[in-house]
């Protein structure tokens, strides 16, 4: 049998159900990350002493290193979890198994809570219904940096098939307490509630509505939300494993319902997470889809100004400089990351940063893990509308005003022509870039992550490899009119297909 290819992304390692992602690919990986936990001497794994104590069981069990394992609404994923779990005990590390969907961000959450040794969500997010995947949360809950996923794909493609076959039977794994089956509701809601202020919630009075894309958040988001005293319609939080035929995103485009609902209700707003709910959707009271780079400049300026709040700033650095702008504002200072939230969450680890976020709808805060909670970001959002009393727009408007900006911004996915290859473009970009676009010298190239075109007036072009299997370049543009944004989407397209 040939050796399933395992490659982790941006975001965790995804695949197609039945293909690349099917039982003995995901055991490769369980038994990876219970390896690489092994060789971490910092949690005394004891798991042979472990493993022998089931087979004697006059003695007691040692301690040993936890494992969470959650998953989403996905076809089968709590099958496949339970598989994960399996592999992790036959490995001697207790396997911690969520009794119901657990978003990504709550698993990390209980990766912290329980001093664990990492954590296991299955879970493709935003990807369409056909595909699954693994997210890998280490120790210090937030998302895994490049050298440990390449260290899980290396020996999930070492193992031999004795070692990926090994594992212990579920039920037999409960019923010796190296598998257990808890449920995550209450102390993630506690954790959120320590970090809010629920009472203003409560005092403002509003109405929201609650779309969860049938997803893992059908449990958490409007239950939170009621629990801080809003009243609250819920949205698709039947489990439908087909999420109704489209990719679970809460891109704009998949939010319809959430906008028909709050336009015919006359809601306050509407809060939206996506297949694992790290990530968020934000609709205002008259049907307008808040963008994720606005929202993470919304939310800093709620967290000092209304909460008192200082610190940091993290950002990646295809986000827009809106968040800059009132980071200036407030005198703090902001940093840019490569792209993927693993980095802006190695930032947030620190403890001096008050927010991280990125474009593609990202977002924790001091305090809580540094990984991306779409959940959270909504509990922000409805805060920092109970605190002004007025629409997101009103709010924003100001905003805009007081910085003396305007902040226009899109992402594109450019397939890259048949004649042109990814490497032959990147060191085309390197060695001879364009020095204008759209009309406009350019002013600098950063190349933290991709390349990113900065004019002197503030506009940008970036262009990144997509981090896909297919040739895919992502292309980012951000300007003070929508004019100038066509003009320097066109610049970027041509640059990919070779025209430029």
């Known amino acids: 049998m040939a050796t399933p290819n395992i490659k982790f992304g941006t975001s965790g390692w995804r695949a197609i159900i039945g293909e690349d992602f099917n039982i003995p690919a995901l055991r490769r990986v369980s038994h990876a990350a219970a390896e690489h936990v092994k060789e971490n001497k910092e949690y005394g794994f004891k798991g042979e002493e472990f493993l022998m104590s089931i087979k004697n069981s006059g003695k007691p069990a040692p301690k040993t290193p936890k494992v969470i394992v959650g998953y989403d609404t996905r076809y089968m994923s709590e099958d496949f979890a339970k598989i994960a779990a399996e592999c992790i005990a036959a ?58 996923t390449a260290d899980l794909e290396a020996r999930a ?115 939206a997470c996506d297949a694992d709910a790290d990530r968020f959707g934000v609709i205002d009271c008259d049907g307008t889809w808040i963008s994720p ?80 909670d779409g959940i959270l970001a909504c509990m922000l959002m409805a805060e920092m509308v109970a605190y002004e009393r007025k629409p997101i727009k009103k709010i924003l408007a100001e905003l805009l005003k007081r910085t003396g900006s305007s902040f226009s911004n899109t992402r594109l996915t450019l397939k890259l022509d048949k004649n042109m290859h990814m490497p032959f473009l990147v060191e085309r970009l390197k060695l001879n870039p364009p020095l204008s676009l759209a009309g406009a010298s350019v002013w600098r190239i950063d190349q933290t992550d991709g390349f990113k075109f900065i004019m002197k007036d503030g506009s940008w072009l970036g262009l990144r490899p997509a981090g896909t299997t297919t040739p895919l370049v992502r292309l980012y543009a951000e300007a003070q009119s929508p004019q100038k944004i066509a003009a320097l989407c066109e610049a970027g397209r041509k640059i990919v297909s070779g025209k430029f």
């Open 91 to 148: 490995e001697g590390i207790t396997a911690v198994y969520s009794r119901t969907e657990a978003p990504t961000p709550v698993v990390a959450w209980e990766v912290l809570r329980n001093s664990a040794a990492g954590g296991m969500t299955v879970t493709a997010s935003q990807y369409f219904p056909h595909y699954n995947g693994v997210k890998w949360t280490p120790y210090w809950g937030g998302p895994a940096l490049p050298e440990i």
């Open 293 to 372: 780079n606005l929202v993470l400049g919304l939310a800093l300026e709620h967290l000092v100004k209304n909460r008192g709040l200082k610190g940091k700033v993290a950002r990646s650095v295809m986000t827009s400089h809106f968040v800059d702008a009132i980071a200036r504002q407030h005198g703090l200072e902001v940093r840019e990351t490569a792209v993927g939230f693993k980095h802006v969450g190695n930032l947030l680890r620190t403890g001096q940063y008050l927010i991280g976020g990125e474009e593609s709808g990202g977002l924790s805060i001091l305090g809580h893990v540094p990984e991306k």
């Open 157 to 271: 493609q070492g193992l031999t098939i004795a070692e990926v076959e090994k594992l212990i039977p579920f039920d037999q794994g409960v019923s010796a307490g190296i598998i257990k089956v808890e449920d995550f509701h209450d102390s993630y809601f506690q954790q959120l509630s320590s970090l809010l202020d629920l009472g203003a919630i409560k005092k403002a009075g509003l109405k929201l509505a609650a779309d969860s894309a049938h997803g893992a958040a059908r449990t958490f988001l409007r239950p939170m939300l009621e629990k801080a005293g809003a009243k609250v319609t819920g949205l698709r939080e039947e489990r439908d494993v087909l999420f109704g035929g489209s990719a679970p995103n809460t891109g704009e485009d998949n939010l319809k319902g959430l906008r028909e609902a709050v336009l015919k209700e006359k809601l306050s707003l509407g809060l």
